[in-house]
């Protein structure tokens, strides 16, 4: 007759093993001590075991049935319950002993962590490879497009299936941009993971390259004609802005720099006596530090600033308030918001060298001036290589702009 949970509450024990049977091979035994457990008698390879189920009431009757039929299926296919079960928790052990292992080792987010304060920081005299806003636009990059999929997974079990993975979402979205940044900061932190022995093989070393499609560069908009060029001279004198960005695209002209590095031109760097602007080494492209001679033209912007805004760190203060220079993109969109479509403040520089090279300047005098790199011997030169040439150049380049707005209307 089947048990009944009221007969299991009520069976006492008697000083003597009790056995009360359930029903194909499930029964329940009472120990001497009054312990109830629920076990299942069982023939296999043909002898009699039993599979010991659990103890009542932490398993009840009906768990009990649940799992002696789960057992049945078992020893049908030949597999010894117990046996299996030995298997099936050491598999959980394992698999728990490795999770905790995991949670001990780096993540990949703290390997970025580690690597971004290796890329800031200075080195003796040289400066960190990693400028704040080169290291603010990773960070955007990673949390967006990295750290979703990737950021709390360890280390040693990122593959490179991980990372083209990553890599094929982002290319997938259209912004190969991101995907070859993200890439090349990969590699980069993969050969430094390796080199710290936190992994044995540089991993993004083996990403397939077959899987992503060819990120055609975007050339700057820049005009190369002097007639363009007469265009846009004429729409910058209109230009609707604050003052400090008309001066500052202006200036921008005048010395064809970088936009970022003329929007957070400091003070400091200006020298005025000698007519010259020193930047120091940073990482964007310009390693070496670079004078920048600067043109009447260009003095004069300069000095009709001091009065306004050389009590600040800034030549290009901004007038909102923020304690900060304006910014690289307030050059572009106020060229765009004017209607000033056909070039941009990078392409200032590309303008430049094409009128220059027809002007028949030197060569390499204008690849200086660029603050391009040298390649060869030839590029080994300390940071004032070719002053006075550039000087000329300079006053030549702001002459001609000069000229060409003077003959606007005529």
């Not at 932190?189 to 022995?197: D, H, I, S, V």
């Not at 957070?264 to 920048?292: A, C, N, Y």
């Not at 030169?381 to 040439?389: D, I, M, P, S």
Request: glycine share 6%.
């Amino acid at each position: 007759m089947p048990l009944t949970d009221v007969a299991i509450r009520k069976a006492k024990p008697n000083g003597k093993v009790q056995k009360l049977s359930d029903g194909n091979g499930l029964r329940l035994e009472i120990s001497k001590a009054g312990s109830k457990i629920f076990k299942y008698r069982f023939k296999l390879h043909g002898g009699d075991s039993d599979f010991v189920i659990g103890e009542y009431p932490l398993v009840s009757l009906v768990e009990a049935r649940r799992l002696r039929d789960e057992a049945r299926v078992l020893v049908k296919q030949g597999i010894n319950p117990t046996d299996f079960r030995k298997q099936k928790r050491a598999e959980k052990n394992a698999e728990l002993a490795e999770q905790v292992a995991s949670s001990e080792l780096m993540t990949f987010r703290q390997l970025y962590e580690e690597f971004s304060e290796f890329k800031t920081t200075s080195f003796g005299d040289r400066a960190p490879d990693w400028q704040l806003d080169t290291l603010h636009k990773h960070n955007l990059r990673f949390e967006k497009h990295v750290f979703p999929s990737l950021g709390d997974k360890p280390v040693v079990h990122i593959s490179e299936d991980d990372l083209e993975d990553c890599l094929l979402a982002i290319q997938e979205h259209g912004t190969l941009s991101n995907r070859n940044k993200i890439k090349t900061v990969f590699n980069m932190l993969f050969k430094y993971a390796k080199g710290k022995r936190y992994i044995k093989r540089d991993t993004a070393k083996y990403i397939s390259d077959a899987l992503f499609v060819k990120h055609e560069a975007k050339h700057y908009k820049h005009v190369t004609t002097r007639s363009e060029l007469e265009v846009v001279l004429q729409k910058l004198d209109g230009l609707k802005a604050t003052y400090e960005v008309q001066q500052c695209l202006r200036l921008a002209l005048l010395l064809f720099t970088r936009p970022g590095e003329t929007a957070k031109l400091k003070w400091s760097e200006v020298d005025l006596e000698s007519r010259q602007i020193i930047k120091e080494p940073t990482v964007m492209k310009m390693k070496r530090g670079f004078v920048i001679p600067l043109s009447r033209q260009a003095l004069s912007i300069l000095e009709d600033l001091m009065p306004l805004t050389s009590h600040t760190d800034y030549v290009f203060y901004s007038p909102y308030g923020t304690g900060r220079s304006i910014s690289t993109e307030s050059l572009g969109n106020a060229l765009r918001r004017n209607g000033v479509d056909e070039i941009n403040p990078h392409g200032f520089r590309h303008t430049a060298s094409t009128a220059l090279n027809e002007m028949g300047f030197d060569a390499e005098e204008i690849e200086l001036q660029l603050s391009h790199i040298i390649k060869g011997t030839r590029g080994v030169y300390n940071k004032a290589e070719k002053l006075v040439q550039r000087h000329k150049l300079m006053q030549a380049w702001a002459d001609y702009l000069e000229r060409l707005v003077g003959t606007q209307g005529d």
